[in-house]
């Protein structure tokens, strides 16, 4: 994990996912069937091709199981990582019953996170070369958005803005309620005059007045390859422009050809597919 997630939030989130798994109890299926003194080697196996993200957070959840034992760690592979099938990833020397009973959350949080990195790395390799830029949404799981976000990095792509207040989006909503793009603009720099602005468009011509009105950033919602293009040859580089909605892996390269600088894929975090990890026993 990097500087930008919160230790001890991912601490205490660790603690609440063990605690929600054991419900008040204990692995009744592990501690009927495992002597509580064996020690067995596991190791967290990829099954699918993809980019690993997670490990850490695998890692807390595997020694807050143990405490107050100590378990043996050692990491085969780092978060970012691309890796194939059959690759070890992390290989952890235990008593068993804590080894297993460690197991699904363990791998929940570890493919989740990894899936949302291995899509991230298909959408940044469909649009290399391009110059155009792959980025996540606030489209994310409750309490995950930090988790998921690092992810998407780990995949290679980039943060948008992590909440409502780092930034200012104006979408359809605000331009309505406020009485136009133009003015919606005006009552956000004027309330808040050094946030990041970055205005929601679904015409050249609300683009072209967010631009005449102060905009840097503009996202241009839903619009198709042809009219991107168009956004971008009228706008001619007075603000960076960012495609949104509807992008799909089949189109992706063809709106980034159209010269945006940012493609915006909320599916990297609502819709990714947990990356094939398991742990698997060994003899110790």
Not at 115 to 124: D, F, H, K, N
Not at 252 to 264: D, M, P, Y
Not at 272 to 282: E, G, M, Y
Request: negative net charge.
């Amino acid at each position: 994990m990097d500087e930008t997630v919160d230790r001890q939030w991912v601490g205490d989130l660790v603690r609440a996912t063990i605690e929600e798994d054991l419900a008040g109890g204990v692995d009744v299926t592990t501690t009927a069937t495992v002597d509580p003194d064996q020690v067995s080697v596991a190791e967290l196996v990829a099954r699918a091709d993809g980019v690993v993200a997670g490990l850490e957070i695998a890692e807390l959840v595997l020694r807050q199981v143990a405490a107050p034992d100590v378990p043996e760690i050692e990491y085969s592979v780092r978060d970012g990582a691309s890796v194939r099938a059959g690759d070890v990833l992390m290989t952890v020397r235990g008593k068993t019953r804590q080894l297993l009973t460690a197991e699904r959350t363990t791998l929940n949080l570890l493919c989740h996170l990894s899936g949302v990195a291995t899509l991230t790395r298909r959408w940044v390799d469909t649009v290399e070369g391009t110059g155009a830029i792959i980025r996540d949404t606030r489209k994310t799981m409750p309490l995950l958005r930090s988790l998921e976000k690092y992810a998407v990095r780990c995949g290679g792509g980039q943060n948008h803005r992590m909440a409502l207040s780092d930034a200012a989006l104006i979408k359809d909503n605000h331009v309505i309620a406020a009485g136009g793009v133009a003015e919606a603009f005006r009552l956000v720099r004027k309330t808040f005059p050094d946030i990041s602005i970055e205005v929601e468009v679904d015409s050249i011509e609300d683009a072209l007045i967010a631009v005449e009105s102060g905009a840097e950033l503009i996202l241009l919602d839903n619009m198709a390859v042809p009219l991107l293009r168009e956004a971008v040859e009228k706008v001619a580089g007075r603000a960076r422009l960012e495609a949104s909605g509807g992008l799909t892996l089949d189109t992706a390269r063809a709106v980034a050809e159209t010269g945006v600088n940012f493609l915006a894929v909320g599916a990297l975090t609502h819709s990714a597919p947990v990356l094939d990890i398991a742990l698997d026993l060994q003899e110790a």
